[in-house]
């Protein structure tokens, strides 16, 4: 099973993919997490990953996609999840066509659906108890960085709501739910 989380940065896709993993046996594809360990692989990818990501440059989709294979033509456990890619039309359509060349397709989309106050509040609000705990704290989970992730979602990566849900692969759930509730509902689409 193949599945896509998508949703505003700390809808609780992580959250929710970790449950997958641990339930489900699927392999989650972070693609921050997948950029990370090519880097430090010494792969002839990772030194192509690296250079670029040294030089502070953005890593292309072609790479990505390219990672995302690899992992395609490995383990396949439980199915993949895809956290963090597609961000954009274009990479959307890059995936399907590397899915279809490996005889795979997408099983669901998943949005996790919030309302951006609502959001707002309970990330500023888990920064604040994660810091009077003495615990670490992202530093973007403020109000300021998070509507500026925000707005950089609805300018590129909103659009695959619509584009997944006109090829009848679209399921939402209410994100802002509790933990346990948003994994049923999750549970629930995927049988």
């Given at each position: 099973?193949n ?100 005889g795979q ?27 009077a ?11 300021e ?33 509790e ?10 689409i995927?049988?």
């Amino acid at each position: 099973m193949n599945i896509i989380l998508l949703g505003p940065p700390g809808a609780g896709k992580g959250t929710q993919a970790g449950r997958l993993v641990e339930d489900r046996g699927m392999i989650q594809l972070s693609t921050g997490d997948m950029l990370r360990a090519a880097r430090t692989s010494g792969t002839e990818m990772g030194n192509k990953v690296a250079a670029i990501m040294d030089a502070g440059e953005l890593v292309t989709d072609e790479i990505v996609i390219g990672l995302i294979e690899e992992k395609l033509e490995g383990e396949q456990g439980g199915g993949f999840i895809f956290d963090g890619f597609p961000r954009t039309l274009a990479q959307a359509d890059a995936l399907g066509a590397l899915l279809e060349r490996h005889g795979q397709g997408l099983d669901a989309v998943i949005e996790l659906r919030v309302n951006d106050e609502i959001l707002i509040d309970r990330i500023v609000n888990r920064a604040e108890q994660a810091r009077a705990a003495g615990q670490p704290v992202r530093a973007d989970d403020n109000a300021e960085s998070l509507k500026i992730r925000l707005m950089e979602y609805y300018k590129k990566t909103s659009p695959l709501i619509g584009y997944y849900h006109a090829k009848g692969d679209l399921k939402s759930v209410d994100g802002l739910g509790e933990i346990d509730a948003v994994g049923a509902a999750i549970a629930d689409i995927l049988g």
